[in-house]
């Protein structure tokens, strides 16, 4: 009867413990390879990532990037001038063609390679644009909204950002649909997706320009976008200058002169001053 026991004991013990080892083995292998391939997600330190800028007029938003240490693969605009000026701006391939007859595939042939692309940007028109007939000119789905949706869908990059004037937060389709609305429903498929307003003069650039920022971070990476940290703190960030310096001298127009700059343009309201925002 014991050695009946014994046996039975000694069988369960080795079940047990054959089990405890698979089940080991199992999740070894599986924190191998989810640490496999989550390597190969992550770019090399000290590789770029690679941006394609649609919509890239003369390249402002190219330059910023470019200074920020991105790789810029290629900018995309309508307008041949603007891309005139891109091209001398930058080294890499600039394309003036109108987005809606330029398929991604056809981009790659252009360009001769398969693309990989991490990040687009652009700032798509997203009003006045329909594709066909009489639709709804304000609703984004009919307009060159769908085309940068239609390049991010394709490359499906790491992250997106895109621009836009501020009246996009209000505006409606014709139905009363926000815009906005159907915007984020596009990209929060497959993006976690933040929505910022930011003043320009807040990030050093000289201009009083609010604008609304899209960014967007492809969910499978676990990042969820943050609002955006102004670079200017204080009032006297805005305008750099020497001690004691003021707005006059750094545009040589002197209290009490009865001209000004604006004398070549034959503009001669000095007003200017007081209607612009430099606080």
């Known amino acids: 009867h014991k050695n009946v026991k014994s046996k039975a004991e000694t069988k369960a013990e080795t079940k047990a413990e054959t089990k405890a080892e698979t089940k080991a083995e199992t999740k070894a292998e599986t924190k191998s390879e989810t640490k496999a391939e989550t390597k190969a997600e992550t770019k ?14 003369c390249g402002g938003m190219t330059k910023g990037l470019v ?3 991105f790789d ?12 005139e000026n891109y091209q001398k701006n930058f080294n890499h391939k600039a394309i003036c063609e109108d987005i809606r007859n330029l398929s ?8 001769q390679q398969k693309l990989d692309i991490d990040v687009i940007v652009g700032g798509p028109p997203c009003q006045g644009f329909s594709i066909a007939g009489k639709r709804d000119t304000k609703d984004p789905r009919n307009s060159l909204f769908m085309e940068y949706v239609k390049y991010i869908n394709y490359f499906n ?3 997106f950002i895109m621009e836009n004037v501020m009246g996009i937060l209000s505006m409606k389709t014709a139905t009363g649909e926000n815009v906005i609305d ?6 929060s498929l497959k993006y976690n997706c933040v929505v910022l307003k930011l003043f320009a003069s807040d990030f050093e650039v000289p201009q009083n320009r ?3 920022i899209i960014i967007g971070i492809r969910k499978d990476l676990n990042i969820i976008p943050k609002e955006v940290e102004s670079f200017i703190k204080t009032v006297d960030q805005r305008i750099p200058a020497p001690p004691g310096a003021d707005i006059y001298d750094a545009t040589g127009i002197r209290r009490g002169d009865t001209g000004s700059v604006f004398d070549s343009v034959g503009r001669r309201d000095r007003s200017v001053f007081r209607r612009c925002d430099f606080h």
């Open 44 to 57: 090399s330190e000290g590789e770029k990532l690679k941006v394609l800028d649609l919509f890239c007029g």
């Open 67 to 69: 200074d920020a240490g």
């Open 72 to 83: 810029i693969i290629a900018g995309i605009d309508i307008w041949d001038k603007a891309i």
């Open 104 to 111: 991604p595939e056809q981009l790659e042939n252009t360009l």
């Open 157 to 159: 990059p790491r992250g």
């Open 182 to 187: 159907i915007i984020l429903s596009q990209f």
């Open 210 to 212: 609010r604008r609304v």
